[in-house]
Every structure is written in structure tokens, then in C-alpha cells.
């Protein structure tokens, strides 16, 4: 499956696809609204077959709600259905259940076998009425979905997914394996000695954010000149995160092309997001994560995570000493078992390599890395 999007031309026909995301939007809270009477009433939850057949009466009743195709209201039940599945199983977790959403940010719906139809060069036929995007690359395959997502600039990206088939990839082998770990420091430490600064580019940007905010907060409330200011600061911050996301793709390119295998330790970001608050949030290292695992399974590559609480830090990678404890204010530090000298994460990221490559199986060891002996 590949994942394609494009962003449609700016039309005032346009406002028929916004129309349709505010219907969704009716629809969704229609059924989150209509999910806890069920549960208040009976005691358990409503089942996606009953919702989607009971909204499918109520559409033939409501011409708005018509606006939005049959197959799209289905995922909008099927999406809810997850949700709450996923509330159930990970409510320990902190995962709360799906709630109301204001239908000016509802941001998408999606189309699945029919409803759309592509006509050739940068055309689609969407509802009856055909839109142009911009088509920066070609659609190879069998389309499976076609979402319309508005951003909070209200523009439209049309998001299409693609199933390929059984395309071959150009395998690059380099027979490496490589522990990495992510510090406040330096965004990644790599176990061969190198390091990976990160551009912070939110800090960056820090005094642009701050000067349009404030202009955001001096404008009245319901004004044009509000409205206008809110685009700009929303502006600000798709830049930031635009660019930070092209450096995260183009790292995780640059990573899988050195090493056949990624070891990383599993961290808990949400806590160290209340204690470090906004610098983590910078770094996002989570989405650098989700990049890299979709970039290294396209190249057959692995990435491996031990575990959460293994003292990689604490370890002496020269003869396996662990410390009671080490202050984070303290950078290197000496092994009182065999006198030598650790820095803090280089020692860390060495220990996730030999964790890393002990962890994988014998199988994926030889698929990945053919030429190490193992």
C-alpha cells in the first residue's frame, strides 16, 4: 500500500466539498451522541451493523445528510466502532473514548469503492462535479480509498491510497547493525561514535510564533482582521512542522541506507513531555519513529526496540557493570569495576546495539544482514 496526496485547486466549487465535510461532521456527532444513550440505556455498546443501518434511514430523511455518499458514512460507524475498541482495551492506558467535535473542525471524510472517478491528467469526479488538483506524481496501482481532508487554513488535500501489487524494491544490503540513542542533547547518538544534532526548529521559530500569537490575541473576537491573523499563525506552524517533517524523511533515508538493522530503546514520551515539556515536543521523536519504521519496511530493513526498563544508561558496555543510580547532570563517568570511561550516550546507544542484535530472531538476522555470521 503507498499513501499519495494532493492538494486540490482553490474553486468555488470547493465549497460543495466543505459542505460534505460538515455533514460528516452532523453525522459523527449524531452517532457519538447516539452511542452513549445506547450504553446509558442498555448497559453495552452499539453495534456498527445497527448504527450504520439506523443513520441509513435517517439519511433518507435528511437531505443535508445526503450530501455525504453511503460509503463514507459507513467509516465514519466503522471509525467510531474502532475507537471504542480501542477505549476498551487500553482504557487502563489513559485512552479516552471518541467524543464530540465541533463540525467547523471536522476535518475529513473518506470514500472506499465508489463515489469518486478519476477522468485522466489532474481530474477527479467526486458527487457529481469534477475538481483539479495538483498532480505532482503519478497513481500507479488499484486505489483502494480516497479521503478529502480540509486544514485549518481551509484548504483541501486530496489523500489517495494505492495498492501497488508485488512492486519490486531495489534492496540495498550494507551487512551493519547500529544501537541509537535519543537524548535532549543531541537528538540521536549513534553506536559507531556519531552523533545527530537536531535543527529545533520550533526554537527556531520561536519569536515568529510569539509575534503572530500576539497579534492573534489584540484582534476582536469574530472579526476579519481575527480570522486573517489566525491564518498567519497557522501558517507559522505548518512551516515549522513541514520542515521538520522533510528532515525527518530525509534522515530516515540516510539511516536505512547505512545499516540493514536500527535498535532503539522503548521510551515513555508522555512522561518525559510533563517533564520536559516543549523541548520534546520539538524533537518529535515519535513521528521520526513512525517515518523510520515505514522507510526501513519499504528497504526490507529492520528496526528493533528493546526494552522500556533495560539500564542502558546505568550498563557498562566494557564488562557489564550496572550503577545504582546516575544523575542526568552527569555526562561521563567512570566504571568503578573495570576503571573505564563512559560517556553517557555513547555507553547507552553501544548497550542497545548488543541488546538489539541479541533480541532478533536468527531468521531475521540472516533476511537482513546475510553476511554477518550468526
Not at 96 to 115: C, D, E, H, I, N
Not at 296 to 316: E, G, H, M, Q
Not at 367 to 372: D, N, W, Y
Amino acid at each position: 500500500m503507498k499513501t499519495l496526496k494532493f492538494k486540490l485547486y482553490h474553486h468555488k466549487r470547493n465549497r460543495f466539498l466543505k459542505r460534505m465535510i460538515n455533514a460528516s461532521g452532523v453525522i459523527y456527532n449524531h452517532c457519538i451522541a447516539l452511542h452513549k444513550r445506547y450504553y446509558r440505556m442498555w448497559g453495552k455498546c452499539l453495534s456498527c451493523v445497527k448504527l450504520q443501518a439506523h443513520i441509513a434511514k435517517l439519511r433518507k430523511q435528511n437531505p443535508f445528510w445526503q450530501q455525504v455518499g453511503s460509503q463514507a458514512v459507513q467509516d465514519i460507524c466503522q471509525r467510531i466502532e474502532k475507537a471504542y475498541q480501542l477505549f476498551f482495551k487500553h482504557n487502563k492506558k489513559g485512552v479516552r473514548p471518541p467524543g464530540f467535535k465541533k463540525v467547523k473542525k471536522y476535518k475529513s471524510f473518506t470514500l472506499k469503492q465508489a463515489g469518486y472517478k478519476f477522468l485522466g491528467g489532474n481530474r477527479v469526479k467526486i458527487g457529481g462535479r469534477v475538481y483539479q488538483f495538483w498532480k505532482s506524481k503519478e497513481i500507479e496501482g488499484t486505489v483502494k480509498t480516497l479521503t478529502i481532508k480540509r486544514t485549518p487554513l481551509d484548504e483541501l488535500f486530496m489523500v489517495v491510497v494505492v495498492d501497488e501489487g508485488s512492486k519490486s524494491e531495489v534492496e540495498v544490503k550494507t551487512s551493519k547493525i547500529a544501537g541509537f540513542d535519543f537524548g535532549l542533547k543531541a537528538f540521536l547518538t549513534c553506536s559507531d561514535g556519531s552523533k545527530i544534532e537536531s535543527p529545533q526548529f520550533f526554537k527556531q521559530s520561536l519569536n515568529t510564533i510569539k509575534k503572530a500569537s500576539r497579534q492573534h490575541s489584540q484582534k476582536l473576537k469574530g472579526s476579519s482582521n481575527r480570522e486573517r491573523a489566525r491564518k498567519n499563525l497557522v501558517r507559522k506552524y505548518e512551516d515549522i512542522s513541514n520542515r521538520r517533517r522533510d528532515w525527518f524523511w530525509k534522515l530516515a533515508h540516510e539511516l536505512t541506507n547505512r545499516f540493514d538493522i536500527l535498535c532503539f530503546e522503548t521510551l515513555n514520551l508522555k512522561g518525559m513531555q510533563r517533564i520536559w515539556g516543549r523541548k520534546i515536543s520539538d524533537l518529535a521523536f515519535g513521528e521520526f519513529l513512525e517515518i523510520l519504521e515505514w522507510v526501513a519496511k519499504k528497504k526490507n530493513k529492520l528496526v528493533v526496540f528493546i526494552d522500556r526498563w533495560y539500564p542502558s544508561t546505568k550498563t557498562c558496555y566494557h564488562c557489564g557493570h550496572v550503577l545504582e543510580s546516575l544523575d542526568m547532570s552527569i555526562r561521563e563517568w567512570r566504571c568503578p569495576s573495570c576503571q573505564s570511561i563512559n560517556g553517557r550516550d555513547d555507553n547507552a546507544a553501544r548497550n542497545i546495539q548488543a541488546v538489539g542484535a541479541s533480541t532478533v530472531g536468527l531468521g531475521d538476522l540472516r533476511r537482513a544482514v546475510p553476511a554477518i555470521a550468526v
